[in-house]
């Protein structure tokens, strides 16, 4: 049952979104000596990655950071994931290139998944357990870059897989339901009244891909803005 967390503005948010982080990756570091982390893309975590970047109090140099979803793009594409948080935090913070977990967009969809899968399953090993993982909601109800109705989401082994979706960027790079299922920390970012249909759905109990995303030993967080819950 997904119980949203209502703030008043996006500001108060993506405040305690940054709380989130840094609570989770100091509990992390404590206790695991390194902290976990996976971005979503999309324009609703920018923001947060500007407050990040103004954060003096977390551990850059224990703290890893994967990617939920890639475009499959270089780098410096405009489209990018990373790109766009290299340009909003990566370039901001001290954080060592070796934390840096890059999805290559500029591969092929199945080598760069290929190339992600092998990172992660070296990284995480056997059990997978992302510490902290922010993901985003698509009008249509998709996250990361699972997309309603799409084969991806009946993935039952892999944690990274090539889709090749209706918007563009066409093909990407997608964390699958395993993998955001063992994560000890799930937190949604939903701002703006036109995420308000989708959320609606979600918290109607339809089974669209962000619903999906329920941690088996882990939280969730659904953290929105009162212009999305506007419906
Ligand atoms: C992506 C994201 C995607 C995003 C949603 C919401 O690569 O596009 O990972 O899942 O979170 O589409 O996008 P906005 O934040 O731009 O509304």
Same mark, same amino acid.
């Given at each position: 049952m997904v119980e949203p967390r209502i703030f008043a503005s996006p500001g108060a948010l993506y405040q305690h979104a940054v709380n989130v982080f840094a609570h989770a990756t100091a509990d992390a570091v404590h206790q695991r000596g390194r902290c976990v982390v996976a971005l979503s893309g999309g324009e609703t975590p920018r923001p947060l990655f500007g407050l990040l970047a103004r954060q !003096?109090?977390?551990?850059w140099c224990d703290t890893h950071l994967f990617w939920a979803d890639e475009r499959?793009? +270089? +780098?410096?594409? @405009? !489209?990018s994931n990373y790109g766009a948080a290299k340009e909003t935090l990566l370039d901001r913070i001290a954080i060592p290139i070796g934390n840096v977990h890059r $999805? @290559? =967009?500029?591969?092929?969809p199945l080598d760069a998944a290929d190339a992600c899968e092998v990172e992660l399953r070296r990284f995480? =090993?056997? $059990? =997978? @357990?992302?510490d902290l993982v922010y993901l985003g909601l698509g009008?249509? =109800?998709? $996250?990361a870059s699972l997309f309603?109705?799409?084969?991806?989401?009946?993935? !039952?082994? @892999?944690w990274m897989l090539p889709v090749h979706a209706s918007?563009? +960027?066409a093909w990407r790079i997608t964390a699958t339901l395993p993998l955001l299922n063992a994560a000890r920390h799930v937190v949604f970012l939903v701002v703006g009244r036109n995420k308000g249909s989708a959320l609606r759905r979600v918290l109607d109990g339809e089974p669209l891909p962000a619903a999906r995303v329920r941690p088996t030993h882990g939280t969730l967080d659904w953290l929105v803005d009162g212009s999305a819950c506007s419906r």
């Open positions: !003096s109090d977390i551990a499959c793009v +270089p +780098p410096e594409d @405009r !489209s $999805t @290559r =967009g500029e591969l092929r995480l =090993g056997p $059990t =997978g @357990r992302i009008i249509d =109800g998709h $996250t309603p109705q799409h084969q991806a989401l009946e993935e !039952s082994v @892999r918007a563009m +960027p």
